[in-house]
């Protein structure tokens, strides 16, 4: 199959990482960016240096798009679309799902073929298998373009709400975030006693290496809905917070990032479920 035409917008850490990939699995590729010097070291390994989004656009019949944020992406391409017709845009810029569903619908509008992406990478793993690409929108978009999107990682198509692929994101970077701040709590907490953060981190590891497979038993209790299952309550485990939280001050550490579980399992007892598994605290989350 011959290969495609690609544009790449925005060469940051990772828009450049995209770039090269695409360039060294022999696509023609042409780059853009706000401060032109980024384009330089593309040019001089065969990118061609668009001076402008318009003629970017025009290089190619795939565009991705890897700039900041939301407001950056609809800045850039909303003057240009028109010429975005008979192009497939693929947006890899984080944002939220919202903003991807309002991004797929102003696209639509214009008569345009969007998908919107979201990358589960950092930029040295672009190209290894290991590097996932979360996909969502217009199937036919994504069939369009999935063998370019396979150079980049593993693609994975999520469906036609466009917002979807943004919504995996960021489910797992938020299970990433309250993970990595465990690991500060306990570094802070060890700290007042000398021990070292790497010396932390390593016990941090091997405690959460163990906990790890009770992650899917857990989620087995909330596909099924009952919390009445004789594990783990909210009564006790708000026993155990409070512990936590108290040996945190004593040590002269705030709870801050503990406390915000706390509150939800209060506030279960406080309606009579303190004799439920404490995972019932899913309800808590959810707003109505
Ligand atoms: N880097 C990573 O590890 C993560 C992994 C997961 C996905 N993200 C998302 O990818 C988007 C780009 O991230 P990045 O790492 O390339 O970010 P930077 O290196 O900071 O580069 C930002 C580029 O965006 C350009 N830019 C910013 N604001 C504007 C604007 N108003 N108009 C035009 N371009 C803009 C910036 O241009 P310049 O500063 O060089 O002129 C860079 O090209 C992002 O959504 C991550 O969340 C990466």
Not at 32 to 49: D, I, L, V
Not at 91 to 104: E, M, V, W
Not at 258 to 280: F, I, Q, S, V, Y
């Amino acid at each position: 199959m011959p290969k495609r035409t690609v544009t790449v917008l925005g060469l940051g850490a990772m828009g450049s990482a995209i770039a090269q990939r695409l360039r060294d699995t022999g696509h023609d590729t042409t780059v853009w960016n706000r401060t032109a010097a980024k384009t330089r070291p593309h040019a001089e390994a065969g990118s061609r240096a668009a001076p402008t989004v318009a003629a970017a656009v025009a290089a190619s019949d795939i565009v991705f798009v890897v700039l900041l944020d939301h407001a950056s992406v609809r800045e850039h391409l909303e003057p240009v679309a028109a010429d975005l017709k008979d192009r497939t845009v693929v947006n890899l810029t984080t944002t939220t799902p919202n903003q991807a569903r309002d991004t797929a619908a102003w696209a639509a509008e214009q008569g345009l073929t969007y998908l919107d992406g979201a990358i589960m990478a950092v930029p040295s793993m672009i190209g290894e298998p290991h590097s996932r690409l979360l996909y969502s929108g217009d199937a036919g978009a994504y069939e369009t373009a999935r063998t370019v999107l396979e150079t980049l990682g593993t693609a994975e198509f999520e469906g036609a709400d466009a917002g979807l692929a943004s919504l995996k994101d960021m489910a797992l970077l938020s299970a990433m975030d309250l993970m990595f701040a465990g690991y500060v709590q306990a570094i802070a907490m060890m700290r007042t006693v000398g021990a070292t953060a790497v010396d932390t981190a390593e016990e941090v590891h091997a405690w959460l290496a163990a906990m790890l497979p009770h992650g899917r038993g857990l989620a087995e209790i909330i596909d099924g809905g009952t919390y009445d299952t004789g594990g783990q309550s909210v009564d006790f485990d708000r026993i155990g917070l409070a512990s936590l939280i108290a040996a945190s001050r004593e040590q002269g550490v705030r709870a801050d990032l503990l406390e915000p579980h706390k509150k939800l399992l209060d506030e279960l007892a406080a309606t009579g479920h303190g004799a439920d598994d404490w995972l019932r605290v899913i309800e808590r989350l959810t707003i109505h």
